[in-house]
């Protein structure tokens, strides 16, 4: 059973930065199969994709809303997730789940949440002016 632990969320001014992180609980060899996803969701709104990241890291996407300002990136040795998020808006205000791909092949960084079979509980963003 895999489990996604999101951590690193929290409250920042506009403009500010915050670095949210994802542990997975599984096998290393099933964590390098996996492509990676942070979704986000506001209240009221739906679930939305923000970015993604291919298996060995080589392929990215990013919600055009957030390019620019954040980075996804993963370390397979550590089996972790991570996104970057500079110059913080209220509109970046959400919960941000990690989500996990095992079916992914090497050059795939599916962009639809229905991609993903496993998802953490979220971590809280909110972004004050």
């Known amino acids: 059973q895999v489990q996604l632990v999101e951590s690193g969320g929290g409250l920042v001014q506009a403009g500010g930065s915050l670095r949210l992180s994802c542990a997975a609980s599984?096998?290393?060899?099933?964590?390098?199969?996996?492509?990676l996803a942070w979704f986000r969701q506001a209240p009221g709104k739906e679930r939305e994709f923000v970015a993604s990241?291919?298996?060995?890291?080589?392929?990215?996407n990013y919600a055009d809303s957030v390019k620019g300002r954040f980075t996804i990136s993963r370390d397979n040795a550590e089996k972790m997730l991570y996104l970057q998020m500079n110059d913080l808006q209220r509109e970046d205000t959400a919960l941000y789940y990690c989500?996990?791909?095992?079916?992914?092949?090497?050059?795939?960084?599916?962009?639809?949440?229905?991609?993903?079979?496993?998802w953490g509980q979220g971590t809280p963003v909110t972004v004050s002016s």
């Open positions: 599984l096998r290393t060899y099933t964590y390098n199969r996996c492509a």
């Open positions: 989500a996990a791909d095992a079916q992914a092949i090497l050059t795939s960084a599916p962009t639809t949440s229905g991609n993903y079979e496993y």
């Open positions: 990241i291919s298996r060995n890291g080589g392929l990215t």
